[in-house]
Every structure is written in structure tokens, then in C-alpha cells.
């Protein structure tokens, strides 16, 4: 990789990635171990990011373990192979530090699904519930709210929440109608869905279950109805991976993003894992945002130490307050 000026770097960041050449002879694992050295860095990486950034990685996780671990890091980068929402969280937790991230252009539909100003007018109309976002969201709509959670602890959270005390929920309202009926909660939804795993196939999947009459289907709680209601085991991605290595099956039906399956399999060598098809004609249901990110752009952003992920200081300072909130009430209960 050939040094790049500062004015250069920055006319190339307008693309949301540096878009440089790397040296097709150049080993990138090395490469990304060396400049993590020398800039006392940490890799954090979402377990739907493809298997080569997962095995650079410091930490693999979901949202809640990655929250705990850039709370808690005492890097001075935080590289951050996820989608947007989550380095935007980095910074919250760790403002002192730079978080940068390999494709600022790695949004997420959950996220996208909630803009700030239309949230706003919603909660007016609600002026007397608790606010409870889950994390798939932007700093802002953090900022608006009482407390965050992640799939891991959404139904601690509410549960820690008075019953007389009415909640507002989002923005996944699949996610919420699984809290729902999990706590017997009323709460008023956002209604926004994850696009990937708003469009699992419940037909297919039971065709799929007809092929393999022994596996068990688990699922993300993000799934429609129809999903989770013929799941064995229903969790977050790190529950579903727990529950894969402690289950005494040998074949599992994934209902989540494909990523997770390389942990799983790692975890579980002699076990089989299925991912489940999508209602669309592609073969398989992966994060496009997600997936933007590569080994490449990761090594890029590295060694120049951009894309960098800021929130304003007045968001940052209410949005941390509702994580802080989450933090406490997941180490209470032991998460």
C-alpha cells in the first residue's frame, strides 16, 4: 500500500471507504497484526461479518458484548467491523478514544427504519411512557430514550421496568411482539423490521425440516411470527450459539444472518448447521450492510485510521445515559 496524503485520503473517503489498491502480495493478516501493535488498537467484530475479519478479531460478539467490551477496552483505536449504529455506540461508551470502521456506508435497515424527526413526533404522543429502544438504532433516537436493550436483555429490561409504567418499544416490531408475549407486557411498537430477518420463509423451512426430520430450528427473536412460533429455541445470536454447543442435537435450522454459522461450527465441529432460506429467490439471507465490510477495507482503515465515527457530544452525553442504564441493569442480572 503506497502512502496516501492526507487531502488524497480525505477526496477518497467521499465514497464512505478508502478505495485504494492493496498489494495482492501483501499477507493482510499479518499486515492487520503489525498496525494493531503500533497503534495499540482493538478489533471488534459483529458475528455476521465474514470468517476472515471474525478471525482477526479481538472480540466476537453481539451487540450487548461488544457494548461491554468497548465500555471497557483500554485501546487507543477502536477499529469496529460491524455496521454504523454499533461504532456510533463505541463512541458513546469511549469518546476519548478513535473509533473508525472499514465502510462508513455500512448502515442497517432497523436503524434506517426509525429517522430522529418522525420518532420525535411519535413519542409526543406518548408523553407518559417509558422509552425503550433496542440498540439497532442511530445516537439520535438513542438520545431520546429512557433505556436501550439488546436482544440478550430485552426482557430483563422490561421486566426491571414498573408494571403500572407503560412502554413504547422499537424500532423492531417483531422483536416487540416477542417481548410481548414473553413479559405480557402492552407496549405501543415502532414498526420497523430487520430486513433479513424479516423475510424467512416459514414455508420453506418447513420443507427444509421435511429433508432433515431431526434438526431443530432456532431462531433470532427479529423473525416474523410465523418463524419463531415453530422454533425449538428462540435467542440472541450469542444465545443461539450457546444453546448450539450445550444441545444434545447434531443438526440445527439457523433462522438468523448466515455469519454466525462459521462460530457455530467452530464451536461444534461434528455438528451440522443449516442456514434458513429466505422468502425471495436468492439463495441465501445474508446482511448487505454487513457484508460491505472486507479484510482490505479493514486493513485500510487501519493504517489511516479512517473512516472515524463522531457523535455530537450533547447526543453523546443523553444517548450514554440510556446505554449506562442497560449496562447496569444486564450486570445486575448477571448478563
Known sequence: MLGQTEEAVSTLLSKGFLDLPVDPTLDLFEEIAKLKKEKNAIILAHYYQEPDIQDVADYI??????????A????DMIVFAGVHFMAETAK???P?????VPDLLAGCSLA???PPDKFAEFRKKYPDHVVIMYINCSAEIKAMSDIICTSSNAQIIIESVPKEKKIIFGPDRNLGRYLIRKTGRDMVLWDGVCIVHDIFSAEKIIRL???HPHAKVIAHPECVDTVLEMADYVASTTGLLKYTQRDEATTYIVATEPGILYQMQQASPHKTFIAAPPDNTCACNECPYMKRNTLEKL???LKYEQPEVTVPEEIRIKAK????RMLEISATAGL
Open 72 to 75: 471497557r477496552t483500554d485501546a
Open 112 to 114: 434506517e427504519s426509525c
Open 96 to 100: 476519548e478514544k478513535k473509533v473508525v
Open 321 to 324: 445515559r440510556a446505554i449506562d
Open 299 to 301: 486493513c485500510l482503515c
Open 92 to 94: 458513546i461508551l469511549s
Open 209 to 211: 425440516k421435511e429433508r
Open 61 to 70: 460478539g453481539d451487540s450487548l458484548g461488544l457494548s461491554q467490551q468497548a
